[in-house]
Structures are given as C-alpha cells and as structure tokens.
C-alpha cells in the first residue's frame, strides 16, 4: 500500500488538495488569499510529487504488483503519466497567476474560480493516469463539468453564458457517444481494461461489428473533446464568450488532456493490427480515418482564422489546427511519434498560453479583443509586444521558437510512418497560418494608431508571461531536454 502510495503520489495529492481547498473556501468567509495561496501551494505540491514519481525507474514500477493494489490496475504509474501530471499543474499554476487580478478587474474575484481550476486538474490527471476506460471517462468528465462551469463565469455577461450553455449542450452529446464507445468495446471484449482489451484483440477473442461501432464513438467523443474537424464548431464561440485566462486553459491543458486520451486508447488498439487480417483492415481504416481528421482540422482550423478579426476568435481555429498537428501524432502511433506529441503538447501550452495571457493583460471590458486594437502597440507597451511577437513567430513555426521543432518532430515521424500526404498538408497549413500570426506582428510593429494605447502592468500575470516567454525561447534551443524525457517516458 505504501508503495502503491508513493507510486501514484500526484493522483492522492491533487484529489486530496481538491477537497480540501473546498472546506477552506467553505471556512474563510470573504478571505480571498487563504483560497488563492493554498491552490498554489497545493499546485506546487502536485507538480513536485509529479516529478519526484518520473524519476523512479521504470524497473521498479513493472515490479509493483496490481493483483492486490487498491487501485486494482485501473491507473498507471510514472512514465508519461507523470510527465502530463506536471505538464497539467503548470499550466493551472500559469492560470491561477493571472486569474486574480483579471478576474477582480473584468468581473469579481470569486473564491470558487480556483477550486473548480483544481477540480479540472484533477480530472486531467485521472486521464493521464487511467490505464482502463472507465477512469478515463470519469477524468474526462470531471473536467469537461467543470470547464462548463468555468466558461459561463463571467454570469453578467451575454456571451459567456451563451458559451457554457452551448459547450453544455454539445459536450453533453460528445460525453454520449464516449460512453456509448465505451460500452460497445466492452460489448466486444468483455472488458474495461486497456491492457486486456489489446489481449484479447491480438487473440482474436472479441466481436469485430461492436468493436469497430466502439471505436468509431469514441473517436467522436474524444473527436470533441479537442476541438478536431468535424466536432470543432462549439471551439472558437466558447473560447470567444469564456473569460480569456480560462480560454488559456482550456485551449493548452484542456487539449493536452483530451490527446493524452487520444494516446493511451491508440496505443491498446493500434499496435497489435498483425494479429489477423480483418483487424489489420479494420485498424488501418482507423489510423486512415484519424489522418483525415488531422488534415481537415489543419486546414479548416487555419483557413478560417485567416478571416477573423476578434483575436481570441483568431486564436481559437488557431487552438483547432494545432490539434491537427497534435493528431499527427496519433496517426503515426510510434515512439518518434509519441514523442513529438510530448514536445509538441509542452511548447503548444507555453506559447498558446503566453498568447492569450497577453490578451487577458490587455483585455478592458471588452475591449482589445480586435486585432485592430493592437496596432502600435510596441511603443506604448515594448515588451508586452515583444512578447506577443515571440509566441505567434512559435505558433507560426519559425525557427529557433519551441514552436519550429515540435513541428518537425510530428512531421517527421508521420512521413516515417508512411503518411507523406499528410505532412504535404500539414506543411500547407503552415504556410497558410503564417498570414494571421504575421499580421497580427505586423499591426503592433509597422503600423501606426490613431491613439495612444494605455501602458498596462500584468501584474502577477508578468510572472506567468515569463516562465511562458523562457519556454519558448529554452525549448527551441534545446528542443534534447524534453525529446531525450518522452524517449524514456514510452
């Protein structure tokens, strides 16, 4: 039990802390830091015990026995779980930095917005962590209610409630198909497991009609839950009307949650295709299938952010071609692969983060959400700029930006696998963003405003913008420190 414990330390910390930040918000009344410091420090304490289980080596976590463990093998320990778990507090730790002084500017600074960001959290770790279908579904589940929750915060405003009831009203019918996925491959297999799924597939012991029915629901469900084409349409509305640092982290780690779903699932079913030759034919068709969403979500993604001019709209069928790039990954279902969703997954959440941070330090009532707002903007606000200029130059894929090599590392392990139409569009694709990422440079620092910009102090959010700006800047010049970990982590 104790080593069970220190195995999936992070899984106990976050759900324990998550509880607990509820009886404080409960106990303290109208004080706002006891709240506000112990999810931070609950945060902290998450991501050090995320780190300290990705140290312990792999040899002693295939020791472990599950046969009489309390979690009866329904959750994985170390390796990329523990990657992800760090991956996802650093992003809520990003988010709880700005959310304060945004939140008591924009509307009121209520206590239970940093409780539900550790209700999201916790769900993301119970993704990562989950090694059977089940628990994917309740991690997926506990963060998709809370960002509904959390997109209608704003409850003054029209479009913020507009955007948690439509993500309600979709999502809702998203969860329908997972469950219903769920329940078909369970028909097929008679079992939840991933590991036992992946058995009786390689043995030919399953019933290939409900199979193939179980893993086509749960492509849409999971299709939604990252905003790929054709389940996209609910991503740039809800983004646009949710209060912009929960944009931040839905689009980052909320992306991040759902492909690490996306990963875990693939690699149950994909790996054992040579066990017989309807599986093979089957399986392919759905590899075939996952490519297409990746190419079509690339381009609808950044053909229609080339028409916005609402920059978190922009930003949002941004977020939608990423995950094309991101389903890259899934396609090619390799290590190199795998490992590119690792690099592209980190880089992704400190420029998108970075991006819309900016957007909430500007951001005044409502306005300077128009591209147009941002014109001039590097004499009033140099270094906001500047900043601004290094995340979209990453999101474009210049190099040396975080952005170029996650990039390459995708495409290179999709052209490996045997999709070289693929990486013809996802390059396609690329091009094509680099009209509005470049744009939006270019109103900042070639031409001129009418008015004189009011000069903005992030405040706390100058500590996020910070840590996002070193990402980038560290990760695209040594892209080794985070490949070397996802070789190791798969």
């Given at each position: 039990?104790?080593?069970?414990?220190q195995?999936?330390?992070p899984?106990?910390?976050?759900?324990?802390?998550?509880?607990?930040?509820?009886?404080i918000?409960?106990?303290?009344?109208?004080?706002?830091?006891?709240?506000?410091?112990?999810?931070?420090?609950?945060?902290?304490?998450?991501?050090?015990?995320?780190a300290?289980?990705?140290?312990?080596?792999?040899?002693?976590?295939?020791?472990?026995?599950?046969?009489?463990?309390?979690?009866?093998?329904?959750?994985?320990?170390?390796?990329?779980?523990?990657?992800?778990?760090?991956?996802?507090?650093?992003?809520?730790?990003?988010?709880?930095?700005?959310?304060?002084?945004?939140?008591?500017?924009?509307?009121?600074?209520?206590?239970?917005?940093?409780?539900?960001?550790?209700?999201?959290?916790?769900?993301?770790?119970?993704?990562?962590?989950?090694?059977?279908?089940?628990?994917?579904?309740?991690?997926?589940?506990?963060?998709?209610?809370?960002?509904?929750?959390?997109?209608?915060?704003?409850?003054?405003?029209?479009?913020?409630?507009?955007?948690?009831?439509?993500?309600?009203?979709?999502?809702?019918?998203?969860?329908?198909?997972?469950?219903?996925?769920?329940?078909?491959?369970?028909?097929?297999?008679?079992?939840?497991?991933?590991?036992?799924?992946?058995?009786?597939?390689?043995?030919?012991?399953?019933?290939?009609?409900?199979?193939?029915?179980?893993?086509?629901?749960?492509?849409?469900?999971?299709?939604?839950?990252?905003?790929?084409?054709?389940?996209?349409?609910?991503?740039?509305?809800?983004y646009?009307?949710?209060?912009?640092?929960?944009?931040?982290?839905?689009?980052?780690?909320?992306?991040?949650?759902?492909?690490?779903?996306?990963?875990?699932?693939?690699?149950?079913?994909?790996?054992?295709?040579?066990?017989?030759?309807?599986?093979?034919?089957?399986?392919?068709?759905?590899?075939?299938?996952?490519?297409?969403?990746?190419?079509?979500?690339?381009?609808?993604?950044?053909?229609?952010?080339?028409?916005?001019?609402?920059?978190?709209?922009?930003?949002?069928?941004?977020?939608?071609?990423?995950?094309?790039?991101?389903?890259?990954?899934?396609?090619?279902?390799?290590?190199?692969?795998?490992?590119?969703?690792?690099?592209?997954?980190?880089?992704?959440?400190?420029?998108?983060?970075?991006?819309?941070?900016?957007?909430?330090?500007?951001?005044?009532?409502?306005?300077?959400?128009?591209?147009?707002?941002?014109?001039?903007?590097r004499?009033?606000?140099?270094?906001?700029?500047?900043?601004?200029?290094?995340?979209?130059?990453?999101?474009?894929?210049?190099?040396?930006?975080?952005?170029?090599?996650?990039?390459?590392?995708?495409?290179?392990?999709?052209?490996?696998?045997?999709?070289?139409?693929?990486?013809?569009?996802?390059?396609?694709?690329?091009?094509?963003?680099?009209?509005?990422?470049?744009?939006?440079?270019?109103?900042?620092?070639?031409?001129?405003?009418?008015?004189?910009?009011?000069?903005?102090?992030?405040?706390?959010?100058?500590?996020?913008?910070?840590?996002?700006?070193?990402?980038v800047?560290?990760?695209?010049?040594?892209?080794?420190?985070?490949i070397?970990l996802?070789n190791k982590?798969?």
């Amino acid at each position: 039990m104790i080593q069970e414990i220190q195995l999936s330390a992070p899984v106990y910390i976050i759900a324990i802390v998550t509880l607990i930040a509820l009886t404080i918000d409960f106990m303290t009344g109208k004080n706002k830091a006891a709240v506000y410091n112990f999810v931070l420090f609950g945060l902290v304490l998450t991501f050090s015990a995320a780190a300290y289980t990705l140290t312990i080596p792999t040899e002693t976590i295939a020791a472990f026995d599950v046969a009489d463990s309390i979690s009866k093998g329904m959750i994985n320990f170390g390796g990329y779980a523990a990657y992800f778990d760090m991956l996802f507090t650093l992003a809520g730790i990003l988010t709880i930095l700005a959310a304060k002084q945004y939140n008591a500017r924009e509307y009121k600074d209520y206590k239970e917005f940093y409780s539900l960001i550790l209700f999201a959290i916790c769900g993301m770790i119970f993704i990562s962590h989950a090694a059977n279908l089940l628990m994917i579904f309740i991690g997926i589940e506990v963060m998709t209610i809370t960002f509904y929750v959390l997109s209608g915060f704003f409850r003054n405003r029209e479009k913020s409630m507009e955007s948690a009831l439509k993500y309600f009203l979709l999502g809702s019918f998203a969860s329908g198909f997972l469950l219903y996925g769920i329940a078909m491959i369970y028909g097929a297999t008679g079992t939840l497991y991933l590991n036992q799924i992946s058995e009786k597939m390689m043995m030919g012991d399953f019933h290939s009609l409900y199979l193939s029915l179980g893993i086509g629901l749960l492509t849409v469900g999971l299709g939604f839950k990252v905003a790929a084409f054709p389940f996209h349409q609910w991503a740039p509305d809800v983004y646009e009307g949710a209060p912009t640092v929960v944009t931040a982290f839905m689009s980052t780690a909320g992306k991040a949650a759902g492909l690490i779903a996306f990963i875990v699932i693939a690699q149950a079913i994909i790996p054992v295709t040579k066990a017989n030759e309807i599986l093979t034919n089957n399986l392919d068709k759905f590899r075939d299938l996952i490519a297409f969403m990746s190419a079509a979500t690339m381009l609808i993604g950044n053909i229609s952010a080339l028409t916005q001019k609402n920059i978190k709209r922009m930003l949002a069928y941004s977020s939608v071609a990423h995950a094309g790039y991101l389903l890259m990954g899934i396609v090619a279902n390799t290590p190199d692969g795998r490992s590119g969703i690792v690099f592209y997954a980190t880089a992704y959440i400190f420029m998108q983060m970075g991006a819309f941070l900016i957007v909430s330090v500007m951001e005044r009532k409502n306005q300077y959400l128009e591209l147009d707002d941002y014109v001039g903007l590097r004499k009033s606000n140099p270094v906001i700029a500047a900043m601004m200029a290094l995340f979209m130059f990453s999101l474009a894929g210049i190099p040396p930006m975080a952005g170029f090599f996650g990039k390459y590392y995708l495409f290179m392990a999709t052209m490996d696998a045997g999709y070289l139409w693929l990486t013809i569009v996802a390059v396609i694709s690329s091009i094509i963003s680099m009209y509005f990422y470049i744009g939006l440079v270019l109103n900042m620092y070639f031409r001129k405003s009418e008015t004189e910009h009011e000069k903005v102090c992030p405040g706390m959010a100058g500590i996020a913008l910070a840590i996002s700006t070193f990402g980038v800047i560290l990760f695209g010049i040594y892209p080794s420190l985070i490949i070397d970990l996802a070789n190791k982590i798969f």
